[in-house]
């Protein structure tokens, strides 16, 4: 549990930085590592949120591949 909340940090002060030099792309990576972070953890629902920001992201920068990445991360969230 410490270190997924460290984890956690990590990706965030990534959030900020992708925000910071205007990456899509890597804003939303970020929002899919916190996603991770939160499945691993079991919050689910809190993974839903996070891949549903990197999904909006993805399909709004056109990002196919990210995308198609984040799309089996759904599916082992949902399994």
């Known amino acids: 549990e410490?270190?997924?909340a460290r984890r956690e940090q990590i990706i965030q002060d990534a959030l900020?930085?992708?925000r910071a030099?205007?990456?899509s792309r890597l804003q939303g990576m970020a929002w899919r590592l916190l996603?991770?972070?939160c499945l691993a953890d079991?919050?689910?629902?809190?993974a839903l949120?996070?891949?549903?920001?990197?999904a909006q992201i993805f399909?709004?920068?056109r990002h196919p591949r990210q995308l198609a990445a984040l799309n089996?991360?759904?599916?082992?969230?949902l399994y």
């Open 21 to 23: 030099i205007g990456s």
């Open 72 to 77: 089996n991360e759904f599916g082992l969230l």
């Open 42 to 46: 079991g919050r689910y629902r809190c």
């Open 59 to 61: 399909r709004r920068n």
């Open 16 to 18: 900020r930085k992708a």
């Open 2 to 4: 410490k270190d997924l």
């Open 35 to 37: 996603g991770r972070t």
């Open 49 to 54: 949120d996070r891949y549903q920001q990197a």
